[in-house]
């Protein structure tokens, strides 16, 4: 059992973790957006590859390592298995998760000079994260049933 200071700060570096994934999740696919808007093998092109591993090993992926693992303890030690609003607020991390290893692949097709994706569809992967994230905030601060 933790105690409630430990729990504290276990909740402050999760909630840390949780903003700097949110960040990244929302930001790939705009630099997705401008890279579909460059030439390929360009200077830009290149530059862009770099951002994007970077953003994803640096930022990203630590991160949601982070977020899921002290997520996973509070949840144990708060008992929060037993929760419907926590099954719903789950799946959405994991629908979140999902997110991120797409966003991966598609790097990876960027990486690759494979990129099949559109403008506009980058846009639209934009929001799935927004929309997630406001679903997470909403059943962690109501916890509506």
């Known amino acids: 059992m933790l105690s409630s200071d430990t729990y504290l700060w276990l909740k402050a570096l999760h909630v840390i973790a949780v903003i700097s994934w949110m960040a990244g999740m929302l930001y790939l696919p705009r630099l997705f957006v401008y890279h579909t808007q460059v030439a390929r093998r360009s200077e830009a092109s290149e530059l862009f590859k770099v951002m994007e591993r970077r953003l994803l090993k640096a930022i990203m992926t630590p991160a949601a390592i982070v977020a899921w693992a002290l997520g ?3 949840a144990v030690e708060g008992g929060l298995f037993a929760a419907h ?11 979140m998760t999902l997110s991120h290893v797409f966003l991966v692949r598609c ?21 799935v994260p927004t929309l997630l994230m406001i679903g997470v905030v909403i059943l962690v601060i109501t916890k509506a049933f």
């Open 107 to 127: 790097k990876n097709d960027f990486a690759a000079d494979r990129n099949r994706h559109s403008e506009k569809f980058y846009r639209m992967v934009n929001e």
């Open 72 to 74: 996973l303890v509070m």
């Open 85 to 95: 609003w926590f099954h719903v607020k789950l799946l959405l991390v994991v629908l």
